[in-house]
């Protein structure tokens, strides 16, 4: 179950079929939107294991698992893969018992997915931030950002309750955490500033088991970004 | 059809609220994300009323309906709305009994919305190719994006050995995608079908299939409407309507 495990690159052997009982993610320790499916496996509790994937020294049989060669894919006992990282959560959450995280309610649920598509620009602009780090100019992108962010505080102070499907954390609330808990570490954390709500918002995302197992250690985070932005395969 | 209605404009009175046991969609004759709404209402037998809007000249009311005033939006009689084309297409098949458009196998489920992310770059190509066409410019690289694109939908048809994108019968992934499909012609485009032969052979079993048949739209009146939309004459939302 180890999320710690190296990486597999180019010229490693391909892993064998999955366990029955067992479900599988191809996923890397940094990636936010392999994040969204660990979080959802680790809220539902479901037996898994975690095979690491270097993205920048892709083993050749990984595009067999997704021609498009991305994380996260999840591959079951009966070999069916899986990718999209929100077509993983879903599918997760249709197929494994216990805690329901999507709401049952058609309306709700479609609440949710529009939320989401409310969200769609923020992974793009934190990413570029993050690339900009050193340099000076990133304040358009910044606004950029809280404008995006505004739009979120919105749906919070409409609905008035802590998360954003209500006062329980659910599925919309893991889809959206990887890129807040990044801005936190990379210290974006003034594009947050102009929205108590989503503050609030993420200090009691800190609280949930699912969320706080997951959590980066800040250093590693950033040693990462570093060889990563050297395009270091390390 | 169910949809020839005048289109609501600027200056516009609002519609009342939805009766009991109706949804209503905002819609535009034309709009092929909103054809995918009236495919999946029509395919359910789901009681329905259609307000068509003037995407050029929008009411103000509109914008309480969606903040930035686009379709397709559905409303119901609790006046919850519900907007993008695929999320709200969804809610019809979650919420509404009878036939189910997409599976219940969860893996099929899935599957479904993963060719859906395959076919993403569709309808932005057959839009600028149309635009460049109209415009008297030269639309070779686009239309070989296209043809590439849908290289990989032939791709999959073959892998399945199946004549829907969802198996055997036609399912929600053939309605997501149909409304482009059927533009092709009338656009100018249908020649991006030429070395796809089990996607031609898709279009065609689409075109026997009673729900895509009844929404069909004359080949004459879209013709009509092109030529007002791109001289950027309001009135092409109603060319064709009766009165």
Redesign the interface.
């Known amino acids: 179950m180890s999320g710690s495990a190296r990486s597999l690159a180019k010229g490693s052997a391909p892993p064998g079929p999955v366990p029955e009982g067992l479900i599988r993610v191809y996923s890397m320790r940094f990636c936010p939107y392999a994040q969204r499916t660990l979080l959802v496996l680790t809220a539902k509790g479901i037996r898994h294991e975690i095979i690491n994937i270097n993205l920048k020294s892709k083993p050749e049989w990984f595009f067999k698992k997704n021609p498009f060669g991305l994380v996260p894919v999840l591959e079951n006992s009966q070999g069916?893969l899986?990718?999209?990282s929100a077509?993983?959560c879903?599918?997760l959450d249709?197929?494994y018992p216990g805690k329901k995280l999507l709401p049952d309610d058609?309306?709700e649920?479609?609440?949710q997915?529009?939320v989401f598509?409310l969200f769609s620009k923020v992974p793009s602009l934190v990413t570029s931030l993050l690339r900009k780090q050193n340099e000076e100019d990133c304040s358009g992108q910044k606004e950029e950002l809280r404008k995006e962010i505004s739009k979120l505080e919105e749906v919070l102070t409409n609905k008035k309750t802590t998360f954003f499907g209500g006062n329980s954390l659910s599925m919309i609330d893991y889809l959206i955490w990887p890129w807040f808990e990044r801005m936190e570490i990379l210290e974006l954390n003034d594009c947050v500033d102009h929205t108590p709500k989503l503050q609030l918002w993420m200090a009691a995302m800190r609280k949930d088991p699912a969320v706080s197992a997951l959590l980066m250690e800040p250093k590693a985070l950033r040693g990462f970004l570093n060889l990563y932005l050297q395009n270091s395969p390390e | 059809m169910e949809d020839a209605t005048r289109s609501f404009g600027k200056g516009s009175l609002p519609p009342g609220p939805v009766p009991d046991g109706l949804i209503r969609v905002y819609s535009m004759r034309f709009c092929p994300y909103a054809h995918r709404t009236r495919l999946v209402l029509r395919a359910k037998g789901i009681r329905h009323e259609v307000v068509n809007i003037n995407l050029r000249n929008k009411p103000e009311w509109y914008y309480t309906k969606h903040p930035f005033g686009q379709i397709p939006v559905l409303e119901?009689s609790?006046c919850?709305l519900?907007?993008?084309s695929v999320?709200?297409c969804?809610?019809l098949d979650?919420?509404y009994p009878g036939r189910k458009l997409y599976p219940y196998d969860?893996?099929e489920?899935?599957r479904q919305?993963?060719l859906l992310?395959l076919f993403y770059k569709v309808p932005h190509l057959t839009k600028e190719c149309l635009v460049a066409l109209r415009c008297g410019r030269e639309c070779a690289d686009l239309k070989l994006a296209l043809r590439q694109e849908f290289c990989n939908l032939e791709e999959i048809l073959g892998y399945q050995n199946t004549i829907f994108f969802g198996g055997d019968c036609i399912s929600m992934i053939d309605y997501l995608f149909w409304p482009w499909f059927e533009r092709l012609d009338v656009y100018g485009i249908a020649d991006c079908l030429n070395h796809t032969p089990a996607l031609r052979l898709w279009t065609a079993a689409m075109k026997q299939d009673p729900t895509v048949c009844a929404l069909l739209i004359d080949k004459n009146i879209f013709l009509g409407f092109l030529n007002l939309y791109f001289q950027n004459n309001p009135d092409a939302f109603d060319y064709g309507l009766a009165c």
Do not use: H, L, S
């Open positions: 069916q899986i990718y999209e077509i993983t879903e599918y249709d197929v058609p309306y649920k479609a609440r997915k529009m598509e | 119901n609790k919850q519900i907007y993008e999320i709200a969804e809610y979650d919420a969860p893996y489920r899935a919305k993963m992310e």
